[in-house]
């Protein structure tokens, strides 16, 4: 859902409901800047010790601690951490997704409810390892199967090899980097799980984070072992000419 916010740009809006099995009704409103996909999130006057970036922070990380008093992706997912930190993975949910195109609806499990929401709140508070991934957040689409999501993944990262080509770079049409985007990301993932497996945070967050790492690391698997032919011949009217 579309909206001006006040620099006078339209933000992109996606509401997650979620309708437990305590019949308790919690929505997160995600609201992204129309230009950039920085996440636009009120901040609160103080945070928890733990989220300081120099406490927080991934291996891979390079913020400058001077400049980042906490981590910024962590700050933002504070309240889902917090709202689901007693919740387990396997608790049955009812999720609808509103987007401005369309309505998702769905019984699934919590994990896989907070492992979309999760994966948006990372990939758009302006953290540098998850940043690449921002093109997929505006073209939004849960609950898509591994073999959807990496097709997606691959499509994106070389239509963004083609922008890169055209202001005179050099394009990886081998794909070579995306590996080491996806190697970093997977760092970043595991990070995360332990510092919250630290502060007792349960399963459910946890897992989340774990099935965004499992797809982390399908896509490194899906181009090392070349598993992209079986999808070439889904292109014989561009090849059989």
Avoid at 21 to 37: P, Q, W, Y
Avoid at 62 to 90: A, G, R, W
Avoid at 168 to 184: F, H, M, P, R, S
Wanted: hydrophobic share 35%; charged share 30%.
């Amino acid at each position: 859902m579309n909206h001006k916010s006040s620099n006078g740009t339209e933000d992109i809006r996606i509401r997650y409901r979620f309708k437990l099995n305590s019949g308790e009704d919690k929505e997160f409103l995600v609201r992204l800047d129309g230009e950039t996909l920085d996440l636009i999130n009120e901040k609160k006057d103080s945070y928890p010790e733990w989220t300081r970036l120099e406490k927080f922070r991934c291996p891979n990380c390079t913020l400058d601690e001077k400049e980042n008093e906490y981590c910024p992706v962590v700050i933002n997912l504070f309240d889902i951490i917090d709202f689901f930190k007693d919740s387990v993975s396997y608790e049955e949910i009812d999720l609808t997704i509103d987007t401005e195109e369309r309505t998702y609806s769905r019984h699934t499990s919590l994990q896989t409810g907070l492992n979309s929401l999760v994966g948006i709140y990372m990939v758009t508070s302006s953290c540098p390892i998850m940043e690449y991934l921002k093109p997929i957040v505006r073209f939004h689409l849960p609950f898509g199967t591994i073999e959807e999501s990496s097709f997606r993944m691959i499509s994106m990262y070389l239509l963004a090899q083609y922008f890169v080509m055209k202001k005179g770079g050099q394009a990886d049409w081998d794909l070579k980097n995306l590996v080491n985007i996806y190697e970093d990301i997977r760092i970043v993932n595991r990070n995360f799980c332990e510092k919250l497996t630290q502060i007792k945070v349960q399963d459910a967050t946890l897992n989340a984070l774990v099935s965004l790492d499992c797809f982390a690391f399908s896509i490194s698997y899906f181009i090392d072992k070349d598993r992209l032919e079986k999808l070439e011949s889904l292109f014989a009217a561009y090849l059989d000419k």
